[in-house]
């Protein structure tokens, strides 16, 4: 999904200007929403041009003015349009880690397991940071008060998709290390060998290509002329 229902749910909620909007898409809904402000600009200005948003007085900042937007009657069309759709399946991850094993081959099983330990490392210090993010939201109010902040709940249910999803990705590493390994350890037939045995030799090429040069031939005499 991209930024622009975010932005236009933030939008319909409260005029924001382009950096409070950067910080409530990285404190609502993780670091996977997070973009710079480069990005924030030309998604902000294509939605300005697309009528689902506008610009308010702007406030003064010092010296300069801040830009400040709200969501347009089409804007809140379409935020209701998009949230009445039915949500989509995640699409499959194309892990180029995935490609790198399928393509490895017998002479590079070793380095396919130093690349699987490095993203293993990776995705488990990764793990690690939102877990620390997710633990730090608090969902209390006040100590006396029994009530919890809806946004903070929700937060932490936006950091556990991502966590959940890592440790997928751990799983899978796992096993993608114990079939390597497996595969060092096998006899085991590769699809480039097979394709090798399997390929005419040049000889029957030739023998093809010349066989049909004389068909050709053969139709160009009984031509009439």
């Not at 939008?11 to 382009?18: G, M, N, V, W």
């Not at 099983?109 to 990764?126: K, W």
């Not at 946004?151 to 997928?168: C, P, Q, T």
Request: include cysteine; glycine fraction near 6%.
């Amino acid at each position: 999904m991209s930024a622009k229902h975010a932005l236009l749910g933030f939008l319909i909620q409260r005029s924001s200007y382009p950096y409070e909007l950067e910080h409530r898409l990285l404190q609502r809904l993780g670091p996977a929403y997070a973009v710079n402000s480069g990005q924030l600009s030309q998604t902000l200005k294509r939605m300005e041009e697309d009528g689902l948003i506008e610009r308010v007085d702007p406030v003064a900042q010092g010296p300069k003015e801040r830009h400040v937007f709200k969501a347009t009657a089409s804007g809140a069309e379409e935020f209701e349009r998009w949230f009445a759709e039915e949500a989509k399946v995640t699409p499959l991850s194309r892990r180029a880690l995935t490609v790198k094993l399928a393509l490895a081959g017998p002479a590079r099983l070793t380095d396919a397991l130093e690349q699987i330990a490095t993203y293993q490392l990776r995705c488990a210090g990764r793990l690690t940071e939102l877990s620390r993010l997710h633990d730090s939201v608090d969902e209390s109010v006040a100590a006396a008060d029994p009530r919890v902040r809806a946004d903070h709940v929700l937060a932490r249910l936006a950091l556990s998709a991502d966590i959940y999803s890592l440790e997928a990705e751990l799983r899978w590493a796992g096993h993608a290390r114990e079939m390597i390994s497996m595969l060092q350890g096998r006899d085991a037939i590769w699809s480039s060998e097979s394709e090798r045995s399997d390929a005419p030799s040049k000889d029957a090429h030739e023998d093809a290509r010349e066989q049909l040069f004389g068909q050709m031939a053969d139709g160009r005499e009984d031509r009439p002329r």
